[in-house]
């Protein structure tokens, strides 16, 4: 059963939902939503925020499909461990002393079986926007109280092991809101706007175009003009992490890449790049950028512009535009979908890196940069490997 709020609140994103999207039936229509939301109601209480997350994300999953990643309840409780997942197995991130353990169960349930659970709720296009959303559940309580083998406990232990077998368990509880975001920010952030020069070589991190990141962006780029780059003939641009924001943001960096047009150009990527963070890549590309690292968090063309919605203080998005940067294409209306997006345009467009190069749990470990490394040795003796 739903609780009447949680309904009310429901019936209100769905009508929003139909006005807002540019094609909101574009995956099921509404006597097939109808059906699911009935089919769930029947099988589950939702009757407080944890319940209420995971059903929206069961819902919306089945909205968006493939080409949707941008509609989504957003209620974030971020703990204090983060986690990347490599292959088949979930390592802590954060904190520091930690990293590198691996996570082995949450409340005596396997990794497997919650990832297993989660499929059911995560709205993903590629297999890096997979394992993008995993990990961010894995340390968003809400999320994780909400899932059906857990959400009739108040509390999380998360135990982890460590390369000797031996097993760390830390515990969070429903009403504790106490938490270290470092982790959160780091995975959220990075070091964004940081360089470095190194022999001929300046690595430039753009990990974000967040709005509050304006100021240290253009500050960043000013101190940028103002170092000697005559012995530098590479330049490197960390794309990892860029889940976008402001495209507008992405000016002063092209400018200056602009202006050392006669340098060669790396750019790296990664499994978390969405959104804006593609039209960066886009950008890079067309300035001639080797690419280096792993496929991105979304097709190229996918639904897109979230359009934030604030319902009885609860925050969702809607995509209200269809886009493929790489060709041109927006589009913001319902007639002008129905006009221009011809079936062959939605067929997904997956990027893959001119040179596939992944973090390997080993180097992860013992915190050294796999993809990084190897576009520097790259840069100096350019051979691609086998």
Not at 1 to 25: A, C, G, L, T
Not at 140 to 155: A, C, I, Y
Not at 165 to 193: A, C, L, S, V
């Amino acid at each position: 059963m739903i609780d009447i709020k949680y309904k009310s609140i429901y019936d209100r994103f769905i009508q929003k939902y139909e006005n807002i999207h540019v094609n909101p039936w574009h995956q099921i229509n509404k006597e097939e939503l109808d059906i699911i939301y009935n089919n769930l109601v029947n099988k589950m209480d939702i009757n407080d925020k944890y319940s209420f997350k995971y059903f929206m994300d069961y819902i919306i999953k089945r909205l968006s499909g493939f080409e949707d990643a941008h509609t989504k309840y957003q209620n974030f409780s971020p703990i204090s461990l983060t986690f990347k997942k490599i292959d088949d197995e979930v390592l802590v991130s954060y904190p520091d002393n930690l990293r590198g353990y691996s996570l082995v169960s949450i409340n005596n349930v396997p990794i497997d079986r919650i990832i297993n659970e989660l499929e059911d709720v995560i709205t993903y296009g590629t297999e890096g926007r997979r394992t993008c959303e995993i990990e961010k559940a894995l340390f968003n309580k809400v999320s994780m109280f909400g899932l059906p083998s857990l959400r009739n406990f108040d509390e999380l232990v998360y135990k982890i092991k460590d390369s000797n077998g031996n097993i760390i368990q830390t515990r969070i509880t429903k009403d504790d809101e106490q938490y270290d975001d470092t982790g959160y920010k780091r995975y959220m952030y990075g070091n964004n706007t940081e360089y470095k020069i190194e022999d001929n070589c300046l690595v430039y991190n753009h990990s974000s175009v967040q709005i509050h990141f304006k100021d240290k962006i253009e500050d960043s780029i000013n101190r940028l003009n103002m170092e000697d780059l005559s012995n530098v003939d590479t330049i490197i641009i960390d794309l990892r992490g860029n889940w976008g924001g402001n495209s507008a943001l992405n000016e002063p960096l092209f400018n200056f890449l602009k202006a050392h047009a006669d340098k060669k150009l790396i750019c790296l990527t990664d499994y978390r790049i969405f959104s804006a963070g593609r039209y960066a890549l886009r950008d890079l590309i067309n300035l001639g950028a080797t690419t280096i690292g792993e496929g991105i968090s979304t097709p190229i063309n996918c639904f897109g512009n979230s359009h934030w919605c604030n319902i009885d203080n609860r925050m969702f998005s809607i995509s209200e535009c269809y886009f493929n940067p790489f060709i041109g294409l927006s589009v913001s209306s319902k007639e002008e979908f129905n006009e221009k997006v011809t079936d062959e345009i939605r067929k997904p467009v997956i990027f893959h890196p001119d040179i596939e190069v992944k973090q390997t749990k080993e180097d992860f470990i013992n915190n050294v940069d796999t993809v990084l490394t190897y576009a520097i040795n790259y840069s100096r003796n350019p051979i691609v490997r086998s």
